[in-house]
């Protein structure tokens, strides 16, 4: 297990966080990895914390700490012998005020410090927050003080413990590697250098401000609607899965907690899209909790600081957040809670996130571990977290589970409450008795070396399959019971879907029976088991989806998970066999993004054959397609691309030989997916009689024709065995055609069949 991390009783401390499958993400700051950490620091620093004082900064409006700390060592950057770290947060008499960005230093400790620009009034000084520092213990190595914290700088020990003097060493040798070679950094770490236009906020206001009047419940969640298969096929998994629980704790959820209700300055009205979704996730607190969260009748536009009023304060850029704070934002901080804390009580909260971002309430796009787009309700989730008192899981002990105030990986990092978030909420406030599992296709461990829990995404195995093929998921997926009552063998339906996170065009799979009972606030971990998919599911690129089946389920928002954004399960055609005959027949079905369709029929010269999705022949697609025909060798005889408007056919393809071709259905584009009709017939051959004149007065070669259906194909040629042929018009509906080329003075044979 993790090591035990002390917390400082005046500041939220941070503890070391999960290195994991990649890198985590956070609610209040956004990831780097080693090399990015040294390329956004001023400074790289060993140094020991000599004193902190506590003050309020200038506006009088935070309370701030300033640690004087004596350099012993400069890896990167110049500058005095001793200098001073500030951030937010301390105590001033009777008056505490905490952040959710602060990472306190303890006296006399010493640490590797990644440090900003030390003259620009920050929030934390240290690049990332709690990702820049290294601390010397507690523990050792080899008899040597260990370094420990939540740096991802500590990925140079390659995993292994490593003492923090030859740490210092290790990173000093990657510090000058970096100089010589330095990181270009990806543009989703780096904030906007304005504000990101459709981002509301609040006015600060200075001094008693209104007071809250009459105030209500929070508007409702509305609850996604999981699709339900019309015939289910049930499988019982073949072995019980593990069943853990949570700790029992004392009180550890939470130091300072509110007084219930707490009553929110919510968004305004004019604040779309972003109203009501602040009081969405208010809402979602309140289905465990009661009578915790309440909103104001009527909101103001404004917010203050230390007036007992609670503020959604909207997203503030560097402006507004130094006229209020007298701070600014460093790169990778998205938000932060404010909090006042007097008489073991939460007096007031303060929500403030970062409008220099892009954030979305679309959890595919929020989830997307290749953006720097940030999510709005998860983080919204997590900020109200704390200002009802709720603190990090990690900072009093031990954590291998989930929890929306964890620091969860970015991809796994949806607006979900979790069992440890109902079981705080619980313990503080009491609770309303609830039906409700929770699922996610994520799971956590323990990390040996940190407090902090790892997360392992999930996938299907193989990554690619055909049609009617079976696959599983990789690793074992997730179940949590986050209520009060005993759920008996779980049914989970078993999807796939071409979008994440949306259950557009989903397929269904198989239905899983999961034999265990999950108590309240029993974790259980199902083992994959073997899944078939239906022999029809479209071509391309799917995720994976598992969603709870139970009917008396009082939440729906957390009953579905997805496998990762970049783990798709690529399903390929089997050969679909057709047997074209005098009559146009279709044949139905639908794409997956990069998906393609296989037919196969056996030609013959002395028949010509028709394929089309155009709607005068009965067919039909929802996206913009591409036909294609190929021989038995894979050379390209015949394409049609959007032939009427963005769908395609080829008509009056004669094969050259007798023996079976290839017919290949596609979108045009990488994202092209959908349902579509293909209608196909054979037509025999008939004679056709030709006529060749001039007209003069066009100088063209006239063509007329008898005998035969439309569509023709008519070719020109220098050569009379055509070797040299050129076709002049496919599926031509016509009885005659003009060739421009009389004048050429040349010699041409035309063929028209």
């Known amino acids: 297990m993790g090591r035990q991390v002390a917390r400082n009783t005046m500041l939220a401390s941070i503890v070391a966080l999960a290195l994991g499958t990649g890198l985590p993400a956070r609610a209040h700051t956004l990831p780097l990895d080693a090399a990015q950490l040294v390329a956004l620091s001023r400074h790289v620093i060993v140094v020991r914390v000599l004193g902190a004082n506590a003050h309020w900064n200038d506006q009088h409006t935070l309370i701030v700490t300033d640690y004087r700390v004596q350099v012993e060592r400069r890896l990167k950057g110049d500058g005095a012998d001793e200098i001073t770290v500030s951030m937010a947060g301390g105590t001033v008499g009777t008056v505490t005020h905490d952040t959710c960005l602060t990472t306190p230093l303890d006296l006399g400790a010493r640490y590797v410090l990644f440090l900003h620009d030390l003259a620009t009034p920050a929030l934390n000084h240290l690049v990332g927050a709690y990702q820049g520092f290294v601390r010397e213990g507690p523990g050792s190595v080899n008899g040597r003080p260990a370094a420990t914290g939540p740096s991802p700088a500590l990925s140079l020990a390659g995993g292994a413990p490593i003492s923090f003097d030859d740490f210092a060493e290790r990173l000093t040798a990657f510090v000058l590697r970096q100089e010589a070679d330095p990181v270009v950094l990806p543009a989703r770490l780096l904030p906007r250098a304005g504000r990101v236009l459709g981002l509301p906020s609040k006015t600060f206001v200075r001094g008693p401000q209104q007071a809250p009047g009459p105030d209500a419940l929070p508007a409702a969640t509305p609850l996604a609607v999981i699709p339900q298969p019309e015939r289910r096929v049930f499988v019982n998994a073949p072995a019980a899965p593990d069943v853990r629980r949570i700790p029992q704790r004392q009180g550890f959820e939470y130091t300072y907690r509110a007084d219930a209700p707490e009553v929110m300055n919510q968004l305004l009205p004019s604040n779309t899209p972003w109203f009501p979704y602040d009081q969405y996730m208010m809402s979602y607190w309140n289905f465990y909790a009661g009578d915790l969260f309440r909103v104001r009748t009527t909101p103001t536009g404004s917010y203050g600081r230390d007036d007992g009023n609670n503020d959604i304060c909207g997203f503030l850029d560097n402006t507004q957040l130094n006229a209020t704070f007298g701070r600014v934002w460093k790169p990778t901080e998205i938000g932060v809670a404010f909090r006042t804390l007097d008489g073991g009580k939460v007096i007031e909260a303060d929500i403030v996130l970062n409008a220099t971002y892009p954030w979305t309430l679309d959890e595919a796009e929020a989830t997307d571990g290749g953006t720097a787009t940030c999510g709005f309700r998860s983080t919204m989730l997590h900020e109200l977290g704390h200002a009802w008192g709720l603190n990090h899981p990690w900072e009093y002990q031990d954590v291998w589970w989930d929890a929306v105030m964890n620091y969860s990986t970015k991809t796994a990092r949806t607006a979900v409450l979790w069992t440890d978030d109902t079981l705080g909420v619980r313990t503080a406030y009491g609770g309303v008795p609830r039906n409700d599992l929770a699922l996610s296709l994520w799971t956590t461990q323990d990390d040996p070396a940190s407090n902090a829990a790892l997360y392992f995404q999930n996938s299907a195995s193989p990554l690619g399959i055909f049609q009617g093929g079976v696959f599983s ?281």
């Not at 759920?487 to 029976?513: G, H, K, M």
């Not at 799917?542 to 389920?553: G, K, Y």
């Not at 009965?618 to 394409?639: E, M, N």
């Open 473 to 753: 998921l990789a690793q074992p997926y997730k179940i949590e019971n986050a209520g009060t009552v005993t759920v008996t063998n779980p049914s989970v339906d078993v999807f796939l879907t071409p979008v994440r996170i949306s259950w557009d065009s989903a397929v269904y799979v198989q239905t899983l029976i999961e034999p265990v009972s999950v108590d309240p606030g029993a974790i259980v971990y199902p083992q994959p088991t073997p899944l078939t998919i239906p022999v029809n599911t479209p071509p391309g690129l799917h995720f994976v989806a598992f969603a709870l089946t139970d009917p008396l389920d009082e939440w729906g928002d957390n009953n579905a998970g997805w496998s990762d954004f970049d783990r798709h399960l690529m399903v390929n055609s089997l050969d679909w066999w057709l047997a074209p005959a005098s009559f146009w027949q279709p044949f139905g079905g639908a794409i997956a993004p990069v998906g393609t369709w296989v037919f196969k029929f056996d030609g013959v010269p002395w028949a010509s054959y028709d394929f089309s999705l155009c709607t005068v022949d009965g067919g039909s697609a929802s996206f913009s397609t591409v036909l294609r025909i190929y021989d038995v060798g894979g050379a390209l005889l015949a394409q049609g691309v959007e032939n009427c408007g963005t769908v395609s056919r080829i008509l009056g393809f004669i094969p050259p030989l007798s023996g079976p071709y290839t017919v290949k259905l596609s979108g045009e584009f990488a994202s092209s997916r959908g349902p579509f009709t293909l209608r196909y017939r054979k037509t025999g051959m008939q004679p056709v009689q030709l006529f060749v004149g001039k007209d003069l007065q066009t100088a063209s070669v006239r063509l007329d024709w008898q005998g035969g259906q439309p569509s023709f194909d008519i070719e020109r040629a220098t050569r009379p065995d055509f070797a040299d042929g050129v076709l002049l018009q496919q599926g031509w509906q016509g009885m005659g055609y003009e060739d421009p080329v009389l004048s050429d003075g040349g010699i041409y044979f035309y063929r028209v069949q």
